[in-house]
């Protein structure tokens, strides 16, 4: 599948609509996808940081469509998911990056990191586990 199908498929869930997130690689062990700046994406009005909450939905719906089984098979069901914000995200694009670290018959797991402009300077890191079946 190719990033720009996925990025497809993805628009057709209204809130991945919202996050306004593109893939721009994707394969079965990794994908990575930008999301553009928008003032509603703003958690702290003052300095115009990236609210949590998305940074962490955009983290968890990249390390879900990494760990997906299958072309058609049924999406991956959350286990439990760990966010660590080791930095404000500020006014700009973020990037995640999502790695199968191990992936079974019944779960996955995957590694996220986002950044903006320097990837060996991170915003947030998470470890995701999802049932796959």
Known sequence: MTPETMTQQLRKIPF??????????????????TMPFADRLIGNPIMEHYHGGIIASLMEAVAAMTAKSGRDGQPPKPINLTIDYLRPAVKGPLIVKATVTRKGKRMASVRTVSW??????????GLHHFLVV
């Open 16 to 33: 991945f609509r919202f996050l306004d997130l593109k893939v721009t690689e994707f394969d079965d062990t990794h994908a990575i996808a």
């Open 116 to 125: 903006q402009n320097d990837d060996s300077r991170p915003v947030a890191e």
